[in-house]
Every structure is written in C-alpha cells, then in structure tokens.
C-alpha cells in the first residue's frame, strides 16, 4: 500500500487524476482512454505505469486487450473522493466520455451495422435501395409537427412534409426561403411553412412542435449550444431533438469552402450540448464516413424533451 505522502505526491498532477477517478469507476483499456481523454498513446501509458508502480492501479489482460483499475486497497479512495469535489474542470467531461465509451463496448451489434453500412448500394439486389428504405421509414412515422432547423433549400422538408401534420423550415438566408418557399407551391406541398431566422433565436412559438431537426447546421451556428436550447425551447414535453454533422475533422478549408464556422464536434461535445439543454435518453454515435478524403464522419444525436 502507497503511503498518503506518495499519494498526494502522484494525484498533484491533474491528468493523474483524471485517469485515477475514470479508473475508480470503470476497467479501461490504454486505447479507451485514449478516446475519453483525447490524448496520445505515450503520455497516457507513462502516467498509468506511475499509478502503477505506486500501487494505485493494477492491470490484466482480456483477450489481446490488457485493462486498468484503481486497486481495490490502494488507499487512494478517500484522497479521490476529496479530489472528485475538487476543481478538476474536465471531470464533468470525462464523465460523459466515459458514457459514451462504454456504451460502444456494450454495443456489439454496432460493428456489425457499420459493416452493413459501408457494403450497402456497392452491391446490386433486386428491390434493395435506399430510396424504398427512406419510403418505408417515412410510412411508419407518425404525423407531427416538425422544425427542419437551418433548413437550406429545404429538401428534407419536402421530404417530411409527406407524412407529418406540419413542417416549420428554418433558414437564416432569404433566397434559401424564397427557394423553398416556391418550391413548395410548385408541387403542391401545403403543410410546410419557410420562414427566415436564426438558429439562436428561432422564430417559432414555445413547445409548439413535436421534433427538432438539425441536419449539417449546428456547425454554422455561432453558438451551439445556445442552437440546442432553442431547439429544447420550442418543443413540446416528450418532444425529440435528431442532430446529424460533421465529426470533429481537422480539414481547414472547410471554413471558406463551405462557409462552417465549427469543424464538426466530438461526440462528447454533442452529448454535453443535449445534457445541457435538459434532454433525456441522450444518445450519440457515428453513423457514417465517407470513402473519400478527408474522410468526413456524420454523428447523429437524438434524445428527448422532460
């Protein structure tokens, strides 16, 4: 057992910390909290070997992973529940990192969709596309009240105008509106309803809709996380939120190309905006990346009003 002395003298460190109460709560492997931490192989292993050599932590093998744990008799416990009240910033953080990465180790079918999702359309089946998937999808949802938030030209409105009661389409751009606008009365479409606004500060009533959609907009808005409590605002109680964008990329030129003034977001960073904003049953995961460089990821995010 550590005396108290090399104790504080390890846990003065705050990245110490952070592992040793991510570890106080859950086995994890090198690699998971590579992801949890957003931080390089090295510098994550060379802290867990000082946990280890003080006897705060103890590893085994699993398979061809070797996990780490707080030891059960490291004599830390008191030490970290005073450090876990303490002012360690990225706690909350990481909490919500650590959700996420388990989540993904309990989700095993996950690979096996991702497989699916990357062979889909290469391969020709009779009846098998993704305009009959989308058609089916569309029959089976129900009819509500939905706002397409930063709804461009307004495409996916169309496309939802077919089975909701009411679609609200959102554009902070007057010639998206105009566009829309008369795209929909060309083809009869008499339940949308464009109208110019922005993403912070929505024109649309308190809890007046029964599903926001964010499709490939949050990253334009100025403030995303206010983006998200609009969103919360003008649904109904039980309502749902779906967000889908960019994972967070490192390509620069996306920010002139494409007029993006964030370069997509962390998982954990949508799964904070949701929490934030007070929805429940967050969930968060990577549906998509593209074969082609720089190899763009969409997230989808959804949860649920109180």
Wanted: proline residues 3%.
């Amino acid at each position: 057992m550590p005396s108290i002395l090399d104790s504080f003298r390890l846990l003065a460190d705050p990245l110490r910390v952070r592992i040793a109460l991510l570890l106080d709560q859950e086995e994890l492997s090198v690699a998971e909290l590579q992801e949890i931490l957003a931080m390089g192989q090295s510098r994550i292993s060379t802290h867990l070997a000082q946990l280890k050599r003080a006897g705060l932590a103890e590893d085994r093998r699993s398979g061809k992973n070797i996990l780490y744990r707080l030891r059960e008799d490291g004599g830390s416990r008191e030490l970290l529940e005073l450090l876990r009240k303490g002012d360690v910033p990225e706690v909350a953080a990481d909490a919500r990192a650590l959700r996420l990465a388990l989540r993904k180790r309990a989700d095993k079918t996950r690979a096996y969709f991702d497989e699916l999702a990357g062979k889909f359309g290469r391969h020709y089946v009779p009846g098998r596309s993704w305009r009959s998937l989308s058609e089916m999808l569309l029959q089976l949802m129900p009819p509500l009240d939905i706002a397409d938030l930063g709804a461009g030209e307004g495409g996916l409105s169309q496309l939802l105008a077919r089975r909701a009661r009411s679609v609200i389409a959102v554009d902070n751009s007057q010639k998206m509106v105009d566009f829309g606008s008369d795209l929909a009365r060309r083809n009869g479409t008499n339940n949308i309803e464009y109208r110019v606004g922005d993403l912070e500060a929505l024109p649309i009533d308190d809890g007046s809709v029964d599903l926001a959609i964010l499709s490939q907009a949050l990253h334009h808005a100025t403030h995303p996380d206010r983006a998200v409590r609009e969103a919360a605002r003008i649904l109904r109680p039980g309502g749902r939120i779906a967000i889908l964008d960019l994972k967070k990329h490192n390509f620069e030129e996306a920010r002139e190309m494409y007029a993006d003034l964030w370069l997509g977001f962390s998982e954990v960073e949508l799964d904070g905006f949701l929490e934030g904003a007070g929805f429940e049953g967050v969930e968060v995961c990577t549906v998509h990346r593209e074969k082609q460089a720089p190899h763009f990821e969409t997230l989808l995010a959804v949860g649920q009003k109180q």
